[in-house]
């Protein structure tokens, strides 16, 4: 057990929830950094889920405000910060590049500014994405593998990487930053393609629904499990140096293959209820990202054990037991 303190950003999102369960489980104290809302409550859904929302410490904050940011850091003192808020749905990000910009993008310059000035020894986390690599450059992406934003949040993501990678460089902060692909659960947001296909099948299975509208199913995504890649952020914040780390599991599946999965999970046919809709593809596309996480196994010792078909049928059946629940 340590008596460590945690900040993180995000809390309120699917990463933030499971991170701050595996640093209580550690005994951290954790800070929650919580943009206001006239909606109270909602904004803990996912912290109830996991039954750990009286656990965690809630503070006011938004990463657009360096002054109220620099406040929580200068007030908790803590020894590790996991900035994981962002505006982190790509679609969004071309219905509104500038609001992404700021908040993806220099959202992390004022997180690095706060830790610098008030507490420069804290060690340093970013939530980067495989979005980066968009056109990509190689067949495998690694640390090694040049980017290629594809979207207004690619581009401000690859903003935060570079800046997080600047700080370490400029002035020696213990900055590392996670190049993480694709990570889903029960926890994921709905509008993310892997939750909407399990929370249909569910609603068609429980006779809720009966059609699923989707866009490119011929894109293909590196999918792994949200429980194993905060595990990873936490392993690169224990290492002697700090470095940045592709968290993948390896191999690549269509969008195609993943909905059949969760649709055979419950029995049913997808062909009988998918509709190709125009409104859900995007001006641009990744058509593919697949990573290479040979040096997070290699230097952390670090490794996914949760494959994309449990996974899937995870989310299925937390979806059912979701709409029975409502019932
Ligand atoms: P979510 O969308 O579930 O969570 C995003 C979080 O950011 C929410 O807590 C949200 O708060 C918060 N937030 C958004 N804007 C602000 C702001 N201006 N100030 C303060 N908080 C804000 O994302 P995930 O948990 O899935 O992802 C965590 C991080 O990892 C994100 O940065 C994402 O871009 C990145 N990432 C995710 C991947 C994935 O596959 N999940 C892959 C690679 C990177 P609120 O609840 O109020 O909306
Ligand atoms: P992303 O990789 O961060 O953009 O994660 P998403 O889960 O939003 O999308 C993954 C892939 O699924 C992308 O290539 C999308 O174009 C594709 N996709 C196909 N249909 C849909 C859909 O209906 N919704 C979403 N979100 N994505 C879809």
Redesign the pocket.
Known sequence: MTNKCAVITGITGQDGAYLAQLLLDKGYKVVGVVRRSSHFGVATHRLDWLKIADRVELVDGDLLDLGGLSRIIREHQPDEVYNLAAQ????TSWAQPSLTAQATGVGVVNMLEAVRAEAPDARFYQAS???MYGLIQEAEQSEATPFYPR?P?AVAKLMGHWMTVNYRESFGMFACSGILF?H?SPLRGL????R?VTDAAARIHLGLADEL?????D?K?DWGHARDYVRAMWMMLQHDTPDDYVVATGRTVT?RDMVNVAFSHVGLDPEKYLRI?PQ???PA???V?LGNPDKARRVLGWEATTTMEDMIREMVDADIARHNTVR
């Not at 982190?88 to 679609?91: A, N, R």
């Not at 509208?213 to 199913?217: E, K, L, Q, R, S």
């Open positions: 982190s749905f790509v679609k994405s495989s979005e979207s949040y694709n889903e509008e993310f393609v892997t909407k509208a989707m866009g490119n199913i894109a995504r969008v809709d859900f593809f995007r596309e990744v058509d990202l």
